[in-house]
């Protein structure tokens, strides 16, 4: 009888293994009714779309820490990235008065660049990830202080605001830009041969590399799609809240890293699952909702953050 149960053990072990988002799905499962229990206007029609709408710009931004943990890589800039391109952007709009199309496309454009230095950095000089990465962080914060003097910049055209505040239908216009990223990078990295090569640098860089794969190129395109991600996720923030914030995109690295690990994606790199990240960010989202909900500090939530982050890193670092 100790053998059958050691054996089912051992097999449902396997199993878990193969399909590691069964942790985050039953861990979603539970915070749900929980908040559903102490909170009777947690589920609510208006709560539903507003965490969605909240997730959305999260999920942008996790989509493209994915791609750089699995490429083994590591990205504490995303949201510095993210405030200084939303500031950026809102400056564009409001105080140049660039056309809305234009003016996003250039927001964009400052991730992409901080992305590609980031990426040759890492791979040309040589420099660790977390280094070049923090570094960019603190230079970014510095540089959007600068900018703006400390102080929001306001104005913002309406038609620029419907980026963050509008819907399709019943759909935020926010959750249709993640959609679209969502499924466009999980192509990319399910497949693709470029979404191949990133796994296979994340398993093994010297592998990989005397395998043929341009190691060097793969992972400065995938900080570049960093970049963008970041980009666009604090674009669609500034025109939520109508300006652009100085401490925009705070704290907000943190918590797409957290998501995508509590998917299963290994922060040593070589595994990265998309589905484990809209999960994960969806389960940070709902904690930071219903927190909100029952008054508690945002204070706790940063603490939460943290040590859920140590809790997935344990349980996958395997």
Known sequence: ??????????????????????????????????????????????????????????????????????????????GAVAGLSGMLTASFLAQMNIPTVLGVFLGVLVGVAIGLINGLIISKVHIAPFIVTLATQTTATGAM???????????IPADAQFLGRGYVGFVPVPVIFMLFVLCTLWVILSSTKFGRHI??????????????????FTKTIVYAIGGACAALSGIILTMRVASGQPTMGEGLELEAITASVLGGTRMSGGKGYMLGTVLGCIFMTMLSNGLNIMGVSSFWKQ????FILVLAVVAYRK
């Not at 603490?303 to 943290?306: A, P, Q, Y």
């Open 1 to 78: 009888m100790e053998a059958e149960n050691k054996a089912f053990l051992t097999s449902l072990g396997n199993r878990l293994k193969r399909f590691p988002q069964i942790s985050i799905i039953l861990a979603l499962i539970v915070l749900f009714f929980l908040l559903t229990f102490i909170s009777p206007n947690f589920f609510s029609a208006s709560n539903m779309i507003n965490i969605i709408r909240q997730a959305s710009t999260l999920l942008i931004l996790g989509a493209g820490i994915t791609f750089i943990l699995t490429v083994g890589g590591i990205d504490l800039s995303g």
């Open 145 to 155: 202080l600068i900018y703006c003097g400390g102080r929001a910049i306001t104005g």
């Open 199 to 216: 796994f296979a640098i994340g398993g093994n860089e010297e592998c990989a590399r005397l395998s043929g794969v341009k190691v060097d």
């Open 303 to 306: 603490v939460l953050t943290g």
